[in-house]
């Protein structure tokens, strides 16, 4: 059975940084484009960041130039460096393949609060 599984979360300042990673089994992401997500409370799942099999990345407006999303083919991986946190960026965090057809089951998700 095919999983992803969302890591990384957790309680955070304004302005600082965490990194969340995103890993699977019973399938390999080397040939997918993945991206992550993020729902706030009351909103719908946004898309935040894209990163293609070559390496291409493609972030929203509201984190560029504070996110980087990367990926690691050998582990299976995929990782999101979150800085400059902001109160805005408070949301449950997903990862999935960014082609709506293709998605994979939604894992849990990992809890991102930022708060002082």
């Known amino acids: 059975q095919v999983q992803v599984a969302e890591s990384g979360g957790a309680l955070a300042q304004p302005g600082g940084s965490l990194r969340l990673t995103c890993a699977a089994s019973g399938t390999i992401f080397r040939s997918y484009t993945m991206a992550w997500y993020r729902q706030a409370p009351g909103k719908e799942r946004d898309m935040v960041a894209l990163i293609t099999a070559g390496g291409m990345t493609n972030y929203a407006a509201s984190v560029k130039g504070r996110f980087t999303i990367a990926r690691d083919d050998a582990k299976n991986e995929v990782y999101l460096q979150m800085d400059m946190l902001d109160p805005e960026d408070t949301a449950i965090y997903y990862c999935?393949?960014?082609?709506?057809?293709?998605?994979?089951?939604w894992g849990q998700g990992t809890q991102v609060t930022v708060s002082s």
């Open positions: 999935n393949r960014h082609i709506p057809s293709l998605r994979l089951s």
